[in-house]
């Protein structure tokens, strides 16, 4: 397991708002390239069958901004 650089740049989808680390050039949930570094807001979806997964439209685990600039 390799430990994340702290001063790397996470940016977050703007058409399903999963973060991604800076080096990605596109989404790997939804596949655009629309990303942004201005984003606010942290949700971490363990089960996307959950209410909450449901209700902001993630469809798979990881890290979601609440919202994107």
């Not at 703007?14 to 942004?36: M, N, Q, T």
Request: glycine content about 8%; some cysteine.
């Amino acid at each position: 397991m390799s430990k994340a650089n702290p001063s790397s740049k996470q940016l977050a989808c703007r058409k399903c708002k999963f973060i991604v680390s800076g080096e990605e050039k596109k989404c790997p949930v939804c596949g655009s390239a629309d990303l942004s570094e201005e984003w606010s807001g942290l949700v971490i979806i363990m089960d996307p069958g959950s209410r909450l997964a449901e209700v902001i439209g993630a469809k798979r685990e990881g890290r979601y901004a609440i919202r994107v600039r």
